[in-house]
C-alpha cells in the first residue's frame, strides 16, 4: 500500500491517459488499409491530430473522392474539405457497423484497421518495448509482412538470402563434370 499523496506510485508501461505524441515518448501509428486494393499503409506520426492524421496519412494514400471509414473521433472532421468521402461508426453509442445502403452488408465500420491494430501490438510485444528512433522500421516491416500475400520459392530463396532462378520452368542447375 501507499500511503503518501505526496509521492504517487510511479505508473508502469507509461500507461498516461489519452493520445501520446512523440515529445511524450508516445508517437502515434497513423494508417490505411484500402478495400479495394487490400493494401496496409503505416507511418509514425509526430502528433495526434486531424492535420497529422488528415494531411500526412489519409490523402497522400487515398485518391481523390474515396470514402474514408472512420469512428467518430473529431480528428476526421477535415476529411471532406480534403476532397474524401466521410462515413463514420459512433464506438461511444455502441455502434460498431453500419448498414447505410440497406443491401443487408454492414459496409459502414473500422473493424479491419482496428484488427490490424492488434496484430501490430502483438509483433511489437516480445520486444518489450522499442525505442521511438527505430519505431519506424518495425512499423514498416509489419506493412511489409501484412502485404504480402504470396510467398513464392524465388521471393523466400531472395529473403533467406540466396538467389532467384533464373529461368523460366526450363531452367536447370548448372552441371559440373569431374574428372575426365
Keep these: ?22 515529445d511524450t515518448d508516445r508517437p502515434p501509428v497513423c494508417g490505411v488499409y484500402g478495400r479495394t486494393s487490400q493494401r496496409l499503409s503505416l507511418r509514425v506520426g509526430r502528433r495526434n491530430g486531424a492535420a497529422e492524421l488528415v494531411h500526412q496519412t489519409v490523402v497522400p494514400r487515398t485518391k ?3 470514402t474514408a471509414h472512420t469512428d467518430e473521433w473529431a480528428g476526421y472532421k477535415p476529411l471532406k474539405a480534403a476532397g474524401r468521402g466521410h462515413a463514420s461508426v459512433n464506438h461511444s453509442a455502441g455502434e460498431w457497423a453500419r448498414d447505410d445502403d440497406g443491401d443487408g452488408v454492414r459496409e459502414v465500420h473500422c473493424n479491419t484497421l482496428e484488427g490490424l491494430w492488434t496484430g501490430l501490438r502483438n509483433s511489437l510485444r516480445p520486444f518489450r518495448g522499442v525505442n521511438k528512433v527505430y519505431l519506424e522500421q518495425y512499423i514498416k516491416m509489419f506493412e511489409w509482412s501484412t502485404n504480402i500475400k504470396r510467398a513464392t520459392d524465388a521471393f523466400l530463396r531472395i ?22
Design 1 to 22: 500500500m501507499h500511503d503518501d499523496p505526496r509521492d504517487p506510485p510511479r505508473r508502469r508501461a507509461n500507461r498516461r491517459v489519452g493520445h501520446g505524441t512523440w
Design 159 to 180: 529473403l533467406l538470402g540466396g538467389r532467384a532462378p533464373t529461368g523460366g520452368p526450363a531452367h536447370k542447375r548448372p552441371t559440373t563434370r569431374s574428372g575426365t
Design 64 to 66: 481523390p473522392g474515396a
